[in-house]
């Protein structure tokens, strides 16, 4: 059953045209609800898609990654889409710990091939955001639009804390 769902998402996904992406357009805004357990199976099925042959394995993740679909998930996006990461403010207001963007949350320095940042294990926030750019990039969306829906989707947290400072790489 899990399969067929994920084929059906995988389907559904490559057959909306990329270029009527637009911050405010039905695809934009269907992704922007997305709940954690869809947001999570269509980011799989995506990377399923475009990195069928992937030996994850070879990544080295710390057993702590495993912890759930959705931690693994954002771990994978930040291996293998850093920069879009790196343009990314985190929501969650961790540049308190030193994070200059979304990426840091993933990668200790924001770097591919170091050590990981445990940080994103515990916080839905940042592996929430990794999926959430990631559908929003692969279904065409600009830079100005993904940041544009993250402002959206976290405007709650926001208003009560101020602006995530935008990152500085």
């Avoid at 009527?20 to 992704?31: K, V, W, Y």
């Avoid at 394995?57 to 996006?77: H, L, N, R």
């Avoid at 924001?110 to 279904?139: F, P, R």
Wanted: hydrophobic share 40%.
């Amino acid at each position: 059953m899990k399969r067929i769902m994920l084929m059906t998402l995988i389907a559904a996904f490559l057959t909306f045209p990329a270029s009527t992406l637009a911050a405010g357009s039905p695809e934009f805004e269907r992704i922007l609800r997305l709940g954690m357990p869809e947001l999570t199976a269509e980011a799989q099925a995506l990377l399923q898609q475009r990195y069928p042959d992937e030996e994850w394995d070879k990544w080295k993740f710390p057993q702590y990654v495993y912890t759930s679909e959705a931690v693994e998930t954002g771990y994978q996006i930040a291996v293998k889409h850093p920069e879009l990461l790196r343009k990314i403010p985190c929501y969650c207001f961790c540049d308190a710990m030193g994070h200059k963007s979304l990426l840091d949350c993933f990668l200790k320095k924001g770097k591919v091939g170091g050590k990981y940042d445990e940080h994103a294990v515990t916080c839905n926030i940042c592996y929430g955001q990794a999926m959430l750019a990631l559908l929003w990039q692969e279904a065409g969306a600009s830079e100005e639009e993904i940041l544009h829906g993250m402002g959206r989707k976290f405007e709650q947290l926001v208003k009560e804390r101020g602006t995530p400072a935008p990152p500085t790489r």
